[in-house]
């Protein structure tokens, strides 16, 4: 059981340019998270799918969009990267979509943005 | 406001020592309640929930007080693995999880 895989682990990207974050989970889970951690606030919910075929806005979702594609699978895209995008990024995933479900996290993308 | 407010530290203690952390929440229709624990450079993971009556699990015990809308962890007996950023986590209506800004512990030999 791999868990939870993201890739890359690192991207320097430079502004304006695209990119697809990539996570998968091997746990059958229902539900997938995109987060983000900056210095000084946290883990931030960027987006999630509450289950397959679903996809839900959370806190700081301007400048990305993310896909669903199959139950094992939850990508995030930045269409046009801005410095401001310049984070860690990490995906999780629950069994339900649950406020009492253990949330398990992949192992984070590092992202640059010059 | 913050949703969920921690005292970043950092917190340096001697193996053996005690130490407790705090942990303040905004919204009081917050529902669940956790702990987790993130290595440096690493992902998040679940360390504990936290349950109105209070819970232990080892040499951790967590502590929920709703009306003062906070939440404490005590680790005992403080082991050099215990070495960590803990992260205090927050579920209200709507099940969108708001995470604490971490406080940092480092035990020293």
Do not use: G, I
């Given at each position: 059981n791999a868990g939870v895989t993201q890739t890359p682990k690192f991207q320097v990207l430079k502004t304006g340019q695209s990119m697809t974050l990539q996570c998968a989970q091997d746990?059958?889970?229902?539900s997938m998270y995109w987060y983000r951690q900056d210095p000084g606030m946290g883990l931030r919910l960027i987006y999630y799918s509450a289950s397959e075929g679903t996809t839900d806005k959370g806190e700081v979702p301007n400048g990305y969009n993310v896909s669903r594609?199959?139950?094992?699978e939850f990508s995030l895209r930045l269409e046009s990267a801005a410095p401001s995008q310049t984070s860690v990024y990490f995906c999780a995933s629950s069994e339900v979509f649950s406020g009492t479900d253990t949330q398990y996290f992949g192992p984070g993308t590092r992202l640059t943005v010059l | 406001r913050k949703e969920v407010e921690q005292d970043p530290g950092p917190f340096n203690v001697p193996e053996g020592a005690t130490v407790a952390f705090n942990c303040t929440y905004s919204?009081?229709?917050?529902?669940s309640f956790f702990w987790y624990r993130q290595d440096c450079r690493k992902e998040p993971k679940l360390l504990m929930s936290v349950y109105s009556s209070g819970n232990e699990d080892g040499r951790f015990t967590a502590q929920l007080n709703r009306a003062s809308q906070y939440i404490s962890l005590l680790i005992r007996?403080?082991?050099?693995?215990?070495?960590a950023t803990y992260l205090c986590v927050v579920n209200r209506p709507g099940n969108q999880f708001y995470f604490g800004t971490g406080t940092s512990l480092t035990v020293i030999p």
């Open positions: 746990m059958n889970h229902n594609l199959n139950k094992r | 919204n009081s229709a917050s529902q007996d403080s082991k050099l693995s215990d070495s």
